[in-house]
Nanobody, 114 residues
Framework: QVQLVESGGDLVQAGGSLKLSCVASGIIFSDNNLAWYRQAPGKQREFVASISSDYPSYATIVKGRFTISRDNAKNTVYLQMNSLKSEDTGVYYC?????????WGQGTQVTVSS
């Protein structure tokens, strides 16, 4: 079955950096679009970034600060987050889809202190 496992979340000061990882299994990784979403307390889950083959896409609010990348040999997608702000706080989720089904990881907590 499809599994997504995120890691790398932490408590960091504003202006700092973090790198999240998501390891995927149960899919042909190189064929799939992978995405990062996040959910802040009391808010809806929102799109952060996605990558299809080597083409990335970003939400406006993170463009220029976050970088999504993938390593097909390791079945891993990364999210490098720089210049973090308190509003970046939330649970970050990895997402993919296969045959019409959407799969999510369990999430990793990112907390940015101001």
């Amino acid at each position: 079955q499809v599994q997504l496992v995120e890691s790398g979340g932490d408590l960091v000061q504003a202006g700092g950096s973090l790198k999240l990882s998501c390891v995927a299994s149960g899919i042909i990784f190189s064929d799939n679009n992978l995405a990062w979403y996040r959910q802040a307390p009391g808010k809806q889950r929102e799109f952060v970034a996605s990558i299809s083959s080597d083409y990335p896409s970003y939400a406006t609010i993170v463009k220029g600060r976050f970088t999504i990348s993938r390593d097909n040999a390791k079945n891993t997608v990364y999210l490098q987050m720089n210049s973090l702000k308190s509003e970046d706080t939330g649970v970050y989720y990895c997402r993919t889809s296969l045959r019409g089904y959407v799969y999510w990881g369990q999430g990793t907590q990112v907390t940015v202190s101001s």
